[in-house]
C-alpha cells in the first residue's frame, strides 16, 4: 500500500534528522502497529520494535466475540507471564495453535505478532514492566503538558527545554532507581 511506503518515508526521514542531532543508542522502538515505524527503526537506528501490548491486545480481542474476550484475553496474558522469550514463544504458538480451529483469523494474528508483541521479552527481566507498551511514554507525554500547562506562557524557548529537560530527567532518575514511571 502506498501509505505504508509513505509512512516508512517520514519516519525514516523523522529518525535521520533525530540521529543527525545526536540520537545515539536507541536499542527498541516502542508503538502501535506502525510498519513503517517498524522499518525505519530497523534501517536507521538498527533497532528492534516492539508492537504496544496494550494496542495488540485491543487489536486480538477485535477478533473474539464479546463473550470470549475475557477468556481470550487471559489465555494471550499467559504468554505475556512467562519468566524468559523461549517460554513467552513457545506459549504464544500453543495459544494459537489452540485457538486455530474455532478462530482461525486470531490465531493468524498471533502467529505473524509473535517476534514484535514478544520483542520486550529479550531484554532484562527488571526493564520489561516499562518497555512492553507505550503507556509509560504516554504518562510521561501527559506529565509534560500537565506541567507546561501550568506555567502557560514561556519567556522563550529555552524556558521550555529547562522545564521539559528537567521532566525527563526527573522520569530517567525514577527509571534508574526501578521505580515506575510516572
Known amino acids: 500500500c502506498s501509505s505504508d511506503l509513505e509512512a516508512e518515508i517520514f519516519w525514516t526521514d523523522f529518525l535521520r534528522?533525530?540521529?543527525?542531532?545526536?540520537?545515539?543508542g536507541v536499542k527498541l522502538v516502542i508503538s502501535d502497529a506502525h510498519e513503517g515505524l517498524k522499518a525505519a527503526a530497523a534501517r536507521v537506528l538498527n533497532a528492534?520494535?516492539?508492537h504496544c501490548r496494550v494496542h495488540f491486545m485491543r487489536n486480538a480481542l477485535a477478533h473474539a466475540g464479546k463473550t470470549q474476550r475475557r477468556v481470550v484475553s487471559a489465555w494471550i496474558?499467559?504468554?505475556?507471564?512467562?519468566d524468559d522469550a523461549e517460554a513467552a514463544r513457545k506459549q504464544l504458538r500453543q495459544v494459537?495453535?489452540?485457538?486455530?480451529?474455532?478462530?482461525?483469523k486470531l490465531a493468524a494474528l498471533l502467529d505473524d505478532a509473535e517476534p514484535d508483541v514478544l520483542a520486550y521479552m529479550d531484554f532484562p527481566k527488571d526493564h520489561r514492566s516499562k518497555i512492553y507498551s507505550?503507556?509509560?511514554l504516554e504518562?510521561?507525554?501527559?506529565?509534560?503538558k500537565r506541567r507546561t500547562d501550568?506555567?502557560?506562557?514561556f519567556p522563550n524557548e529555552d524556558a521550555i527545554i529547562r522545564l521539559v529537560g528537567a521532566i525527563l530527567l526527573e522520569q530517567n532518575d525514577e527509571w534508574a532507581l526501578h521505580r515506575p514511571f510516572v
Open 77 to 82: 496474558g499467559t504468554a505475556f507471564a512467562q
Open 17 to 24: 534528522s533525530l540521529a543527525r542531532r545526536g540520537l545515539r
Open 134 to 136: 507505550t503507556n509509560p
Open 48 to 50: 528492534t520494535w516492539q
Open 96 to 104: 494459537a495453535d489452540q485457538m486455530r480451529p474455532r478462530v482461525g
Open 150 to 153: 501550568v506555567v502557560g506562557i
Open 139 to 144: 504518562r510521561l507525554n501527559g506529565e509534560i
